[in-house]
């Protein structure tokens, strides 16, 4: 009865904002579980490490609960990040079970905290939030390895007022993001409420409590996603692919279910078709405790989940970080190939005809951009994994339309070829490792190029203007005629065709002068003297004519329909007078 109970590891990955203590707080639990269960309780293994429930449950000082939890431990993944956790996957959705948001109390939330905990909404993880570096407060005095109640009670009250201050700081910004939380010892219903964790990954205070309450996350919401079979064939994620000596191409995997032993025939999700290969090795650390050897690995006939394991098999070298390894039987290889292949293409499926490019490290990564991009409306045209190279940059240079010449690159790098390839190229790429940044820096690149484009076309585009000609002031009558001229609306440029208020073409502007000065342009309330090539005074024009600069109808077109929101004033009220002397005859000029 027991043994139907019994229920696999819990996956753990811990997130949060760079130096807010992501690995000083994986370092600490690992640090933990080596002091308080001598050598040989912890278990080290490849990409993850292992505290089995009984250090936990002493640690917190609460042996007699070792009955009460029927997990058998925590299983940390090593690589912390955000980035670990969204490229990590597994059938059900992340492969992480549970999470740790880790925050630096003296700072709160940042961006990249809070695309954490977006993604783990959407993935519903349960997870707990660690307020770290309580030791760098103002007072604080430091109990080691103490769990958090009993080192807040050693507090001042004001340091404690300050803790809880903080505290309900980051309260109301996690209400913001649509979850309920509280200091964890004041929560009494996990399943409404977030705990929050004071704690300090370098003094270990509040360390435990971390441990504890993830352990009970696990056992209330977890218990059927964990429930597993060891007879079930092994299922697992790539973590990394790796060159080892005297191995060759390796793969690190966190298997999640069932048991992989030496000899299996494993599919492996690739960029092509998924590989299908032969077990030849599965390798562990070799513990501290053993004679140390040249070796760094202990091979082992058979693990069952769950479990970082290194394997070793021929044909793995276009294995993809982040996608499935599963055992296959004796006639199921090619349908399991299907299945994680059709897996894979529905990831990069939301692409169009037109878009962005984008690459990312891992399919999980990718998928997360995506789904960003997404949200933001920008549209993609193709995404892949694996480094920007040289082919990637050859395509992208043939999009006509500037703003989706652009590759967007998370957590890659750029092929030397592909870096000399961008030079000669119109291509621009942004590359980064925070998915919101990328977006940001896309966003406002493109906001950017367009103003600037707007403003190009503006500078050639043929503005409004209108003025009249001041009575006793005519300077010469022909050829070119020079006038005084008052100008009533919008503005006047050198070469520009002007236009009577019956919409005859009349002449050309030669020359403006303002106060003896050659001018380019006068705008409204300018009296400016002004050469007009083509009409004669007395015939075409007269005093105190009101005349206008014609607008060819094409640059009409661009004013209203495109620039219109960027003209003054009484620049508006100038083309409203123009179009219509034009669209007396022609209502659709200019339509
Ligand atoms: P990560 O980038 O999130 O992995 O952060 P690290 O674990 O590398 O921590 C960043 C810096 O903060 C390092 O210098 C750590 O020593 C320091 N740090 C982390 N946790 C604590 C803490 O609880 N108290 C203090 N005083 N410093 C800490």
Sequence with gaps: MAENKKLRTPIVCVMGHVDHGKTSLLDKIRGTAVVAGEAGAITQHIGATEVPIDIIVNKCGQPQLINKFIVPGLLFID???????????????????????????????????????????????????????????????????????ESFKNQSENVQQLIDTRIYELVGELYKLGFNSERYDRVTDFQKNVGIVPISAATGEGVADILMILLGL?????????????????????????????????????????????????????????IITKVRALLKPRPLTEIQTEEKFKSVNEVTAAIGVKIAAPSLEKALAGTAVRVAGSDNADEIAKEIKTELEQVTLPTGSTGVAIKADTIGSLEALVNELTKE???????????????????????????????????????????????????????????????????????????????????????????????????????????????????????????????????????????????????????????????????????????????????????????????????????????????????????
Aim: proline share 5%.
């Design 218 to 274: 696990a056992q209330k919401f977890l218990e059927s996603n964990l429930r597993f079979d060891a007879n079930n064939p092994g299922t697992g994620t790539v973590l990394e692919i790796k060159e080892e000596k005297g191995l060759g191409t390796t793969i690190d995997v966190i298997l999640y279910d069932g048991t992989l032993k030496k000899g299996d025939t494993i599919v492996v999700g690739s960029l092509g078709n998924p």
């Design 377 to 591: 409306e920008i549209p993609i045209r193709k995404a892949g994994v694996g480094d920007i190279s040289h082919r990637d940059i050859v395509e992208v240079a043939a999009i006509e339309d500037p703003y989706y010449s652009v590759i967007i690159g998370f957590n890659v790098s750029m092929l030397p070829d592909a870096r000399e390839k961008i030079q000669s190229s119109e291509i621009k790429v942004f590359m980064g490792n925070i998915i919101y940044r990328l977006i940001d820096d896309y966003k406002d690149w493109v906001k950017k190029q367009k103003e600037q484009s707007e403003k190009t076309i503006a500078e050639l585009i043929v503005k409004p203007g209108r003025f009249t000609i001041m009575p006793g002031c005519v300077f010469r009558q022909s050829k070119p005629a020079v006038v005084g001229v008052k100008i009533v609306g919008g503005s006047v440029k050198n070469n520009v065709e002007i236009s009577t208020q019956d919409g005859d073409v009349v002449g050309k502007v030669k020359g403006l002068q303002l106060e003896g000065e050659n001018i380019s342009k006068a705008s409204i309330g300018m009296e400016v003297a002004m050469a007009l090539e083509g009409p004669t005074v007395g015939r075409q024009i007269k005093e105190e004519d009101t005349l206008y600069v014609n607008i060819p109808e094409r640059h009409a077109k661009v004013l209203e329909q495109e620039l219109y929101d960027s003209l003054t004033a009484d620049e508006v009220e100038t083309f409203e007078s123009f179009l219509s002397i034009k669209r007396r005859d022609n209502p659709f000029w200019a339509k």
């Design 79 to 149: 690589t912390p990040g955000h980035h670990a956790f969204t490229s990590l996957r597994s059938r059900g959705g992340a492969l992480a079970d549970l999470a740790i948001v880790i925050v630096d109390i003296n700072e709160g939330f940042m961006p990249q905290t809070i695309e954490s905990l977006q993604i783990l909404k959407r993935f519903k993880t349960p997870f707990v939030v660690a307020a770290n570096k309580i030791d760098r407060i103002p007072g604080w005095r430091t109990n080691p390895e103490k769990p958090f109640a």
